[in-house]
């Protein structure tokens, strides 16, 4: 996958200015309320280190723990490991880096693209905000869309439903491949996409990658198995972002480093993969959570979306529409494992050490939901999606930590229930039981 070294520079005084619970962003604009122009070229990296940022930040963090790959052992986090930590207050840094570092800024970057006639880049605008969309109400349902982004002009946004939201991804990932595809783009992107370097054949595969991960939480499964076989054809095109180094590492090390000891590999985890003689893949993600941890390294690359789970989605949609599996089904299954070993830096061999015991690979015709869904569990280690298949499908089965449920949903921030008007009554939304549109 192409990377940049763009930027390197701003990268240092960038980090240094925020804490564990800020994210990557400048502030390019004096009143983020109110968009202004500015050169696109200027605005494309910061949007899109912020999304990468609270992406691998605080929505790991936060759906991780909740499915118990990761555990809070210290401080604030064995708060948030109970559920009795999951409170509004928790959510209102989180909630303006999406509002204000991301859609507020790609707000303004179209508008910029509009006017010049710049059709790729608004194409690739339009896949990052889907993308930011989805994400964001996929974790807190309904939320405000089409008042939003008017500054002074409303400042109290309705919320919009999760069903109109995704209606709204659907579409800006349609237009956006249509435009992608056409061939005058207007201006070419370059190296201020710090993704893809520009790469527009890349872009379009991202945008059947997301759309399929959408249609999958619809049941739309012949749909979302389309769209991934038109996505990545190896783990080299995933999406994401290539950290430089320790002064400007990614978000799970800076955590580390930061707040060492706050929170540790889970031990849920840990018994399931040992029970499946996952012992390669364990040895590396197990270790102890410091700056030394051989997979949470400075120089990480965060993906959005990847070549690994689409192999799984292939393989879980598959056995939706035959019962017993097709050869296609079963090698994207393996695929998908043999992605994850790569991810981790592990040789060929270990995996087919693994894959070699009738338990991982009972052959074609005989998989079931259970043995992709775990696979994937396992193979999207600190990917936050994990948090919406164990949703859709209730796989792994998970103990709660408290009580008898684990969480369905975040709780809104604390800053939307005090400043919207519009927002929904403080205490009115029940994080175990009021579960998301395509959840319910």
């Known amino acids: 996958m192409k990377q940049?070294?763009?930027?390197?520079g701003c990268f240092f005084t960038i980090f240094s200015l925020f804490s564990c619970e800020s994210y990557l962003g400048g502030d390019f604009n004096a009143d983020p309320n109110n968009p202004v122009e500015v050169p696109i070229a200027a605005q494309i990296p910061s949007i899109q280190i912020n999304l990468v940022?609270?992406?691998?930040?605080?929505?790991?963090?936060n759906n991780n723990q909740l499915m118990q790959q990761v555990e809070g052992v210290a401080r604030q986090c064995t708060g948030f490991n109970s559920y009795?930590?999951?409170?509004?207050s928790r959510f209102?840094?989180?909630w303006t880096n999406i509002y204000e570092n991301i859609l507020n800024e790609i707000k303004i970057a179209q508008k910029v693209a509009a006017e010049e006639g710049y059709a790729h880049y608004t194409g690739m605008l339009n896949i990052m905000e889907a993308y930011t969309l989805m994400i964001s109400t996929d974790v807190w349902d309904d939320m405000p869309y089409v008042e939003a982004f008017q500054g002074i002009n409303n400042l109290n946004p309705r919320f919009d439903t999760q069903a109109t939201i995704y209606e709204i991804i659907f579409n800006l990932l349609d237009e956006s491949i249509t435009l992608l595809q056409g061939g005058d783009g207007g201006l070419a992107i370059g190296n201020d996409d710090v993704y893809y370097e520009g790469d527009i054949g890349l872009w379009i595969k991202a945008a059947y990658a997301i759309k399929a991960r959408g249609l999958l939480k619809h049941n739309k499964f012949a749909e979302a198995q389309d769209a991934a076989k038109l996505s990545f054809t190896s783990p080299d095109e995933n999406l994401g972002f290539l950290y430089p180094d320790q002064n400007a590492a990614a978000p799970w090390y800076r955590y580390n480093r930061d707040r060492t000891g706050d929170i540790e590999f889970h031990p849920q985890m840990g018994n399931l993969m040992q029970g499946l003689n996952d012992t390669a893949r364990l040895n590396i993600i197990q270790s102890t959570f410091r700056i030394s941890h051989p997979y949470m390294t400075a120089k990480f690359h965060q993906e959005l979306i990847s070549y690994r789970e689409m192999q799984f989605l292939i393989a879980e949609t598959d056995l939706w529409l035959n019962q017993s599996g097709t050869a296609e089904g079963?090698?994207?299954y393996l695929e998908g494992i043999k992605a994850s070993f790569k991810e981790l830096n592990l040789p060929d061999s270990d995996y087919e050490i693994y894959v070699g015991q009738s338990d991982i690979d009972p052959g074609m015709g005989n998989l079931d939901i259970e043995d992709v869904m775990i696979q994937k569990y396992i193979g999207l280690y600190l990917c936050p999606e994990v948090y919406s298949d164990w949703r859709r499908t209730n796989i792994p089965k998970l103990t709660p930590v408290t009580g008898r449920s684990v969480p369905v949903r975040w709780e809104y921030s604390a800053d939307e229930y005090s400043f919207n008007l519009n927002a929904p009554e403080v205490g009115s939304v029940?994080?175990?039981s009021d579960r998301v549109g395509w959840n319910r």
């Open 92 to 94: 209102s840094t989180v």
């Open 330 to 332: 079963y090698h994207a």
């Open 53 to 61: 940022d609270v992406y691998g930040g605080q929505f790991s963090r």
């Open 84 to 88: 009795s930590g999951l409170v509004p």
């Open 4 to 8: 940049t070294k763009i930027l390197f």
């Open 430 to 432: 029940n994080i175990f």
